[in-house]
């Protein structure tokens, strides 16, 4: 594992450490950010992106989700067949929050992805 990835880890450690307060009642919307990784043993690679994901509680237990995440450079480095690339996930999540941060859920999206060169 590089160091750019171990870096990537703390600091998604650190911030995954904040909670919320109990009290709070169950969000109607979902928004976050995250970085993300990719490795390939295949071309001996790896790669770093960002991403984004958005959630709507639409009844009860049903979640509808999406995410889309970005990826920069080239993969792979050294002989690039893909520029940066650009994937979206979209779908749904049944199933109870138990508490802020847990619960048991099925999850079922369908993706894009698109990129360049």
Do not use: H
Not at 55 to 81: H, K, M, Q
Not at 87 to 101: H, I, S
Request: hydrophobic share 40%; aromatic share 10%; glycine share 16%.
């Amino acid at each position: 594992m590089n160091a750019t990835a171990i870096r990537v880890l703390i600091a998604c450690a650190v911030l995954l450490r904040a909670g919320s307060a109990p009290a709070q009642s169950r969000p109607r919307f979902e928004v976050g950010a995250y970085v993300t990784s990719t490795t390939s043993s295949e071309f001996d690679a790896s790669d770093i992106g960002l991403g984004g994901r958005f959630s709507w509680n639409a009844i009860g237990p049903l979640w509808l989700d999406s995410e889309v995440s970005f990826y920069p450079r080239a993969f792979p480095d050294a002989r690039p067949f893909s520029g940066a690339r650009l994937e979206g996930l979209f779908g749904g999540t049944v199933g109870p929050r138990l508490g802020p941060a847990s619960g048991g859920t099925v999850s079922c999206r369908r993706g894009r992805c698109g990129g360049s060169g």
